[in-house]
């Protein structure tokens, strides 16, 4: 169940949303953050044990919807693809056993079921590194990452189940990006090696600490924009304020997450975001901080723009 429900309905010419009241909490995104920012998962630094194990988890997750691995695996180097895969194996600076996860949702539309709306967000965090944190007194214990990004990783598994249910015009990527605490490098791996054409998708959402809408309102960063586009903006605008979400406009985040390596391929890109906060890179960013209805409310106005992105002509 989920805190509200938001329904795109898209004309020929315009578009509204109306709101349905549901749950409280939505419960898979309970279920989902308590274990993905459980103290087991050490923090899910990149090649560990802890992320390998929400990796796996997100996949199982997906296969329970029935969805495919986005991913082609290859049987040898002169063998030609052998199935579909979940994982995207990948190295890169300080990048050790690293690797994406992505599932497909097949568009209804086989007109248009060749083009992608891109639905992402980091899994990893940075560990027990005192390096990469902003407590580096507290040296070797844990960092669960809750808000950064346990939250936007639910968020996307939440917006697979939904999709699923009753998918789009358009095909939907389902991306969970490892590295990104390490400089972009899954997402950038993502897009210099994308299992369909570059051409072939739309649209990008990037859903990065979208966990503490409690504590302030909803960031919607446009800078990653490829062009003007006042519909997508204004299915935005229309789903926050059906759900009276204090929001905002920025071009402020830019390249700090992984929707900026989307831009560099031409992808047009949105952001959403509630915020930086004193828990950021901390032991205390912990599954109890989080706000699961406001998660919920950010998946709601996720939906309501990847369903319109994906059924608009």
């Given amino acids: 169940m989920r ?40 923090g899910r630094a990149v090649g560990s044990s802890g992320s390998n194990r929400v990796a796996e988890y997100i996949v199982q997750r997906y296969k329970s919807l029935g969805l495919e691995g986005a991913f082609r695996l290859t049987c040898g180097t002169a063998a030609p693809a052998c199935g579909d895969g979940f994982y995207q194996p990948f190295t890169g ?7 994406n996860v992505g599932a497909i949702i097949v568009g209804s539309d086989p007109s248009v079921r060749g083009e992608y709306i891109v639905i ?17 007194e507290k040296r070797d214990e ?20 939904r999709l699923a249910e009753h998918p789009p015009r358009r095909s939907i990527l389902l991306l969970h990006f490892d590295a990104e605490e390490l400089g ?6 993502f897009v210099n090696r994308p299992p369909v054409t570059r051409g072939q998708i739309r649209f990008m959402l990037n859903l990065d600490m979208v966990g503490r809408l409690r504590d302030g309102g909803l960031e ?20 926050a304020r059906a759900l009276n979400m204090k929001h905002s406009f920025t071009n402020e985040i830019g390249g700090r997450s992984d929707h900026a390596n989307f831009r560099r391929i031409d992808v047009s890109a949105i952001a959403l975001f509630t915020g930086f906060h004193n828990d950021y890179h901390r032991t205390t960013d912990v599954v109890a901080k989080l706000d699961l209805r406001g998660i919920g409310s950010v998946t709601d106005v996720a939906e309501a723009v990847v369903r319109f992105a994906a059924d608009r002509k």
Avoid at 14 to 33: E, F, K, M, N, R
Avoid at 93 to 99: G, I, P, S, T, V
Avoid at 122 to 135: I, K, M, N, P, Q
């Fill in 3 to 42: 805190a509200i429900r938001v329904l795109v309905l898209v004309g020929l010419a315009s578009c509204h949303a109306a709101v349905v009241p549901s749950g409280p909490i939505p419960l898979g995104i309970q279920t989902d953050v308590s274990f993905v920012a459980s103290p087991r998962q050490e």
């Fill in 93 to 99: 600076q300080n990048a050790r056993n690293a690797k």
């Fill in 120 to 136: 992402g967000a980091h899994y990893d965090h940075v560990g027990r590194s005192a390096t990469l944190s902003l407590d580096p």
């Fill in 142 to 161: 844990i960092r669960p990452g809750a808000d950064d990004n346990g939250s936007g990783t639910v968020a996307v598994m939440e917006l697979g189940r």
């Fill in 184 to 189: 972009l490098i899954g997402s950038s791996a």
């Fill in 220 to 239: 919607i960063d446009k800078s990653t924009l490829m062009y003007d586009d006042p519909p997508l903006l204004a299915v935005l605008d229309s789903a």
